[in-house]
């Protein structure tokens, strides 16, 4: 739901202490937005789409050859623990999660449901997978430059006209670097989560837990954050969250370069959620401008007992 933000004194005060300015755009809206400035043109997908039989003849051999290079480069097998050789089971892993990465982006996945994929992939490059293994963003981005470079050879080896060859690639790139950009998002929500001196347990029950599907997580922040800090954080990781419990608001800003009116997303905790700090609902004690502590809590509950 969006909320505009037309409000006298109190209730501008109230809705203030209940709202998280300067939350990241979403996993669609970035990707949304990257296709629209630079992703493949209609041409450039027709002409990919000539390009995918010999992708997909050949993508064994890319996942092979993928990991094989891992392996023997020093800095990505110590990163994997694969000093002395990849251990079989994770490596069985890593080659499945490649290929289903590998069979969406043959297909020319645009869709939403691929641009949450591709942000939670990033999240767990940056170390929250099952392994907990962060994988450096630079050899995030010199894997995709792997990828395009495989599928101009593959690609060439099988077409010699220029007209089918010269805009796939220019296609494949603009795509995978759209891919690119929305892991590189999702790594950044998760070392933003994990920046801090101090842990703070996140708790969710009812419906909040249900929607989420997730119990809760541990964050971090530093001596001075306030609880709206760890919340942007929070809704920046769990994009879900801000559906499940918040509206979105608009606030004006003002700016000195131009004379236009320039408006800015706010996220508005709807009536009845509760974010409680140490057991306390921070709807009637003092809302997300509370000043966090070593130790403290939060728990997010839906309306009801």
Do not use: C
């Not at 995918?52 to 891992?70: A, W």
């Not at 982006?105 to 170390?127: C, E, P, V």
């Amino acid at each position: 739901m969006v909320t505009p933000v037309q409000t006298n004194g109190s209730e501008t005060a109230a809705r203030d202490a209940l709202s998280v300015p300067g939350v990241r755009p979403t996993p669609r809206q970035a990707w949304e937005t990257m296709l629209r400035f630079s992703g493949p043109t209609p041409a450039e997908q027709a002409a990919m789409r000539q390009t995918v039989d010999v992708l997909f003849q050949r993508g064994y051999e890319l996942v092979v050859n993928t990991y094989e290079h891992l392996q023997r480069t020093p800095e990505t097998a110590e990163v994997l623990g694969w000093q002395t050789g990849a251990e079989s089971a994770h490596l069985a892993e890593r080659r499945r999660f490649f290929t289903i990465w590998l069979a969406r982006t043959i297909s020319l996945d645009l869709g939403a449901d691929f641009a949450q994929y591709l942000f939670r992939a990033g999240q767990i490059h940056g170390g929250h997978g099952p392994r907990h293994i962060e994988t450096p963003a630079m050899w995030v981005t010199g894997s995709i430059g792997l990828v395009l470079g495989a599928f101009a050879g593959f690609i060439q080896s099988a077409h010699d006209d220029v007209r089918v060859v010269a805009p796939a690639l220019s296609g494949w790139n603009k795509y995978l670097l759209a891919q690119l950009n929305q892991m590189h998002l999702g790594y950044a929500t998760a070392a933003d989560l994990d920046r801090g001196s101090h842990p703070i347990v996140i708790r969710a029950y009812a419906m909040v837990r249900h929607e989420w599907g997730q119990p809760g997580l541990t964050a971090r922040f530093s001596p001075g954050d306030q609880v709206v800090d760890v919340l942007r954080k929070l809704l920046d990781y769990a994009p879900r969250l801000r559906e499940i419990m918040f509206d979105v608001g608009w606030e004006s800003e003002d700016s000195d370069r131009d004379l236009w009116l320039r408006v800015k997303p706010v996220y508005l905790l709807r009536p009845g959620w509760r974010v409680q700090l140490n057991g306390k609902n921070l709807t009637f004690h003092g809302g997300f401008r509370q000043p966090l502590r070593e130790g403290d809590t939060l728990d997010l509950f839906s309306p009801g007992r």
